[in-house]
């Protein structure tokens, strides 16, 4: 008997240690995922200032600061390099789950100017959309600003 259950857990243990199962589940993306930015401080260059970056093997997320006066006036976001066209109208319900997950209070509110002291910006993958959502941090709620829809 104990024999049996030796080598039933070192079956178990060869299949889910084993490199192919380890490929297998670093190819899926997170259904929800979020990454947070920090506002830009000091005297800036005049235009789009990068205010922060990620990237990872899904893709590229870059925070920009349009700067007047030496001052951050809106933050905005480019996926994968490209700036993303504004979707009008709320977003979709179906995705409030995720941005609970991620302390993001449903249903955010819109933000004219996008400006806060803290960004985040949310994933969701849930659908058969991926949603990337730029919300500013103004007080204790995070403003949503910008919505990125992509048909995968």
């Not at 178990?12 to 930015?37: G, N």
């Amino acid at each position: 008997m104990v024999r049996g259950l030796t080598f039933a857990l070192a079956c178990l243990t060869a299949v889910y240690a084993s490199p192919a199962h380890a490929a297998e589940k670093a190819k899926t993306s997170p259904a929800c995922a979020a990454v947070s930015f920090r506002l830009l401080s000091g005297h800036l260059q005049e235009g789009d200032t990068p205010a922060g970056y990620y990237r990872s093997r899904f893709g590229s997320i870059e925070v920009l600061a349009t700067v007047k006066g030496g001052q951050p006036t809106h933050y905005h976001m480019r996926i994968d390099r490209t700036e993303p066209p504004l979707l009008s109208g709320d977003i979709p319900k179906s995705v409030y789950a995720c941005l609970k997950s991620k302390h993001i209070k449903t249903p955010p509110g819109p933000v004219h100017g996008c400006l806060g002291s803290r960004f985040r910006v949310a994933i969701d993958r849930s659908g058969d959309q991926k949603l990337y959502m730029l919300f500013a941090l103004q007080g204790d709620d995070w403003k949503l600003c910008q919505v990125d829809l992509q048909l995968r």
